[in-house]
């Protein structure tokens, strides 16, 4: 089977950087900021992007270019004889499918929304009746499945016209439109009369709010945003050549990526402080809260279906590109052509996804957590917490061990072709301070998640001294 390339070097840009935008960007960083004390967290998060995203990033592109494989079979290309490595390829492989179970779910309430706003029904409504529009679509397992069903059909229809005329040019314009959006949604944001509060919240670090819990949470963060860790990044890596170096493209890619997330908070937090939203509202401040802010500002329902619609995209960016990850790795496994592959991993992906769609409904007695947790939760917990930085780790330990493929063989790579390029003097913190850095995120996030309502890990070991 004949490797796919992909036709431009800005199609490899926006739809790697398409992977990494997602509701991570628009969906959880808002919310997190919030909830982490506003311009305290957003330094942080942009610090770890730096230090600890960028060069992941870096080796996972490197790993996919070198190997011209996916994630499943890359290891098999770079690791020495009898080793051992491969066995991640498999782990990324379902943890590509885990992300999706309830990343689709999510995408489609946006979807919901969106169309919910174009249609006017929520529109015209009460605060109170404003705040009864998640729940109530929550609660409703037709709507619940029934939107994540188009979703799933919608991503694998774009990628059955193949990684060109499907994946790339339906990315790249979804990609600009995205942009696009943001900026009108900004600059409408900007001219709200709380816009002064709500940026000076979002964007003036207060360094007393810094504790242990916002360190953490822009760590993990910075990887969920990026969707490091599962081989998203190193799929795209094998379909480029080697003309331009990887360290500017990541760079690059980060820079949008980034653009995405500070955005959206500049969408957001005006807003919020306009119309008296609370900013640490949560999970639900993007559906709940700004369901209120449209219903409560001049033309909402336009400005509802503009700020919706951007969101859609940049969800659906992320989809059709892990998607293409999940196809790629079963068609190597496989040797199936595209359109087949399509149809059965689009029917897999459907049926692995209807838990999480009734995980709110008919199975809302499943909490596998604390109250309140529910089938999203355990799936999240699996990758953002287990899989994101165990796998970044794997990687890691792969391209600067000699024991794997070797840092001599990973810098070489990495620097092939035009523009920046990485150092050698940066050897010690890839190979040791990287490697400890993502375990300590692993293992804090491990002891200080909330497994029953009052228990964590660290409290218990607390509790026996």
Same mark, same amino acid.
């Given at each position: 089977?004949?490797?796919?390339?992909?036709?431009?070097?800005?199609?490899?840009?926006?739809?790697?950087?398409?992977?990494?935008?997602?509701?991570?960007?628009?969906?959880?960083?808002?919310?997190?900021?919030?909830?982490?004390?506003?311009?305290?967290?957003?330094?942080?998060?942009?610090?770890?992007?730096?230090?600890?995203?960028?060069?992941?990033?870096?080796?996972?592109?490197?790993?996919?270019?070198?190997?011209?494989?996916?994630?499943?079979?890359?290891?098999?290309?770079?690791?020495?004889?009898?080793?051992?490595?491969?066995?991640?390829?498999?782990?990324?492989?379902?943890?590509?499918?885990?992300?999706?179970?309830?990343?689709?779910?999510?995408?489609?309430?946006?979807?919901?929304?969106?169309?919910?706003?174009?249609?006017?029904?929520?529109?015209?409504?009460?605060?109170?009746?404003?705040?009864?529009?998640?729940?109530?679509?929550?609660?409703?397992?037709?709507?619940?499945?029934?939107?994540?069903?188009?979703?799933?059909?919608?991503?694998?229809?774009?990628?059955? @016209? %193949?990684?060109?005329? /499907?994946? $790339? !040019?339906?990315?790249?314009?979804?990609? &600009?439109?995205? =942009?696009? #959006?943001?900026?009108?949604?900004?600059?409408?944001?900007?001219?709200?009369?709380?816009?002064?509060?709500?940026?000076?919240?979002?964007?003036?670090?207060?360094?007393?709010?810094?504790?242990?819990?916002?360190?953490?949470?822009?760590?993990?963060?910075?990887?969920?945003?990026?969707?490091?860790?599962?081989?998203?990044?190193?799929? @795209? %890596?094998?379909?480029? /050549?080697? $003309? !331009?170096?990887?360290?500017?493209?990541? &760079?690059?890619? =980060?820079? #949008?990526?980034?653009?995405?997330?500070?955005?959206?908070?500049?969408?957001?937090?005006?807003?919020?402080?306009?119309?008296?939203?609370?900013?640490?509202?949560?999970?639900?401040?993007?559906?709940?809260?700004?369901?209120?802010?449209?219903?409560?500002?001049?033309?909402?329902?336009?400005?509802?279906?503009?700020?919706?619609?951007?969101?859609?995209?940049?969800?659906?960016?992320?989809?059709?590109?892990?998607?293409?990850? &999940?196809?790629?790795?079963?068609?190597?496994?496989?040797?199936?052509?595209?359109?087949?592959?399509?149809?059965?991993?689009?029917?897999?992906?459907?049926?692995?996804?209807?838990?999480?769609?009734?995980?709110?409904?008919?199975?809302?007695?499943?909490?596998?957590?604390?109250?309140?947790?529910?089938?999203?939760?355990?799936?999240?917990?699996?990758?953002?917490?287990?899989?994101?930085?165990?796998?970044?780790?794997?990687?890691?330990?792969?391209?600067?061990?000699?024991?794997?493929?070797?840092?001599?063989?990973?810098?070489?790579?990495?620097?092939?072709?035009?523009?920046?390029?990485?150092?050698?003097?940066?050897?010690?913190?890839?190979?040791?301070?990287?490697?400890?850095?993502?375990?300590?995120?692993?293992?804090?996030?491990?002891?200080?998640?909330?497994?029953?309502?009052?228990?964590?890990?660290?409290?218990?070991?607390?509790?026996?001294?």
């Amino acid at each position: 089977m004949s490797r796919e390339r992909l036709g431009s070097r800005l199609g490899f840009i926006l739809l790697s950087a398409g992977c990494a935008i997602g509701v991570g960007n628009v969906w959880k960083f808002p919310w997190m900021a919030g909830q982490y004390g506003g311009g305290a967290f957003v330094l942080l998060y942009l610090i770890f992007l730096v230090i600890l995203g960028l060069p992941v990033m870096v080796m996972e592109f490197s790993l996919g270019r070198a190997s011209q494989a996916s994630p499943v079979k890359l290891y098999q290309k770079l690791e020495k004889p009898g080793q051992k490595w491969h066995f991640h390829g498999y782990g990324a492989l379902v943890a590509n499918f885990l992300l999706m179970m309830f990343y689709t779910s999510v995408t489609g309430w946006i979807l919901r929304y969106f169309t919910g706003f174009v249609g006017g029904e929520m529109t015209g409504l009460t605060d109170v009746e404003s705040g009864k529009l998640f729940g109530n679509m929550m609660g409703d397992p037709v709507v619940m499945v029934g939107f994540m069903a188009i979703v799933v059909v919608l991503g694998f229809l774009i990628l059955s @016209f %193949g990684l060109q005329k /499907g994946v $790339e !040019r339906v990315t790249k314009v979804m990609m &600009i439109a995205l =942009l696009l #959006l943001m900026i009108v949604l900004a600059v409408n944001s900007f001219t709200l009369s709380g816009a002064k509060e709500g940026l000076e919240f979002y964007l003036k670090p207060d360094l007393s709010k810094i504790n242990g819990s916002v360190v953490v949470g822009a760590m993990n963060q910075a990887f969920f945003t990026l969707s490091l860790g599962i081989g998203s990044m190193a799929i @795209f %890596g094998s379909y480029i /050549g080697k $003309e !331009r170096s990887l360290m500017g493209e990541s &760079i690059n890619i =980060l820079v #949008l990526d980034t653009f995405v997330a500070i955005v959206a908070g500049l969408i957001i937090f005006p807003a919020c402080f306009t119309f008296d939203v609370p900013a640490s509202a949560g999970p639900s401040l993007l559906f709940e809260s700004m369901a209120r802010v449209f219903n409560n500002m001049s033309g909402g329902r336009w400005w509802g279906s503009l700020f919706f619609l951007f969101m859609f995209f940049a969800a659906m960016s992320t989809i059709v590109a892990v998607f293409e990850n &999940i196809l790629a790795c079963v068609r190597e496994l496989t040797g199936w052509g595209r359109v087949k592959a399509c149809v059965i991993c689009g029917v897999a992906v459907l049926v692995l996804s209807v838990p999480c769609a009734l995980g709110f409904n008919l199975w809302s007695d499943f909490v596998p957590f604390a109250s309140g947790s529910a089938v999203l939760d355990l799936e999240d917990f699996l990758v953002s917490f287990c899989a994101l930085p165990l796998g970044a780790l794997c990687y890691v330990l792969f391209c600067v061990s000699k024991k794997g493929w070797g840092f001599d063989n990973f810098l070489a790579e990495a620097n092939a072709g035009k523009g920046l390029k990485l150092k050698r003097w940066m050897r010690p913190y890839l190979t040791y301070v990287l490697p400890l850095v993502i375990l300590v995120i692993f293992v804090i996030g491990m002891v200080t998640f909330p497994f029953a309502d009052g228990f964590t890990v660290w409290d218990w070991v607390k509790g026996l001294f």
